[in-house]
């Protein structure tokens, strides 16, 4: 059995979990693959070299009382939530006593350092080899990966490789984020490359494992700027920048669209991103809002018979008398935009709620 006492889960749980599973089932382990993704998940090597000693205690997987490295995953995936977690260092003395108020452990040169240093590790880590496949000493005639020409054709900005976060605007820094969210995927495998002192060459990628490390790391640094931004999860914005909200709303968020049917959940994922996206105006919301009324309409006699004509009536008096859905002499448009906000999360959870009642009505959970 593991001595898992020591061990320290960097990688959320979930991520580590639904990685280890997705080896699992694989019809061939490969104990490289196995001893790569140990020793990226923890904080240090004591997983890896455990699982090492394991195998080479018995080899051939003789022995009923050794764990096989196949046993060795699936009781570590077993056991993802009951590690302890390294998170980003809390804050020491000088940033806790250095200043008058409490404030963001990163200002605004320290999170684009940071960010750069980030794309430093992924690089080295072989998350950017499939983008920019990094030279082999015995491929001669292999282009060389042009990572500045790759970066201007994606942000029109030129001369941003190397990185040089002294010189970023906002727009460039989070342009930049967003980028190297689709540039990245997480390679399973890797060899040794001793001739010439080549180096590591990393093989078997996968992108929604490289995002999924990505957009937590990144998220990290976010909020320890204390940054109102970050990378969607999920919807057609994944991996873009979004507005930050509180657990209740970022929940009603993921569960809207995840409980309706696929034409509304479609129709829902749009309005989210358009409401979401960073720097949002009164006319995104208000296409949010005419995406939203419209998926209730569609729902006008099922909220009539289970919520009330009262309810019904409020919802589409609202859509329809102050200039959402129409835009005309009789619309009341004189209001504060802070009032699509609130008409934005009263339809989204008037959305999730039709929806728990349609499950109901088919029998489903949920």
């Not at 005419?290 to 004509?309: H, Q, V």
């Amino acid at each position: 059995m593991l001595d898992v006492t020591d061990y320290e889960l960097v990688w959320p749980p979930e991520l580590f979990a639904a990685e280890a599973r997705r080896f699992l089932a694989r019809p061939r382990l490969d104990r490289e693959a196995i001893d790569l993704l140990l020793r990226e998940a923890f904080r240090d090597q004591s997983a890896a070299d455990d699982m090492n000693s394991l195998a080479a205690t018995d080899p051939w997987g003789s022995d009923p009382a050794t764990l096989t490295p196949r046993e060795v995953l699936a009781e570590l995936a077993e056991s993802a939530y009951r590690f302890r977690r390294s998170s980003f260092p809390r804050p020491y003395w000088p940033q806790r006593h250095g200043r008058d108020e409490p404030g963001p452990y990163l200002d605004a040169p320290g999170i684009r350092m940071a960010f750069a240093d980030l794309v430093e590790e992924f690089e080295r880590r072989g998350y950017l080899d499939q983008a920019f496949p990094r030279p082999c000493i015995d491929d001669d005639v292999a282009p060389e990966p042009d990572p500045a020409a790759e970066l201007e054709k994606r942000l029109g900005i030129a001369d941003l490789w190397p990185l040089a976060p002294g010189q970023w605007d906002d727009n460039t820094f989070y342009g930049l984020i967003e980028v190297y969210h689709d540039l990245v995927s997480r390679p399973s495998e890797r060899h040794f490359h001793d001739y010439g002192n080549c180096g590591w060459h990393y093989s078997h990628f996968s992108s929604t494992a490289g995002r999924l490390v990505y957009r937590w790391r990144a998220n990290e640094l976010l909020q320890a700027a204390g940054i109102s931004y970050r990378l969607a999860d999920s919807g057609e914005d994944q991996g873009r920048m979004v507005a930050l909200f509180d657990d209740g709303r970022s929940e009603l968020i993921a569960n809207a669209p995840a409980n309706a049917q696929p034409a509304t959940a479609a129709r829902v994922h749009h309005a989210i991103a358009m409401f979401r996206r960073r720097g949002a105006t009164a006319e995104d919301k208000r296409s949010a809002l005419i995406t939203l009324a419209g998926s209730l309409e569609e729902r006008r006699k099922l909220i009539k018979a289970e919520l009330g004509s009262a309810d019904e009536g409020a919802l589409f008096h609202i859509a329809n008398k102050f200039a959402i859905r129409h835009q005309n002499t009789q619309q009341l448009s004189d209001y504060d935009p802070a009032f699509l906000d609130w008409v934005f999360w009263w339809y989204l959870g008037t959305v999730e709620l039709t929806n728990r009642i349609i499950n109901r009505q088919d029998g489903k959970s949920g």
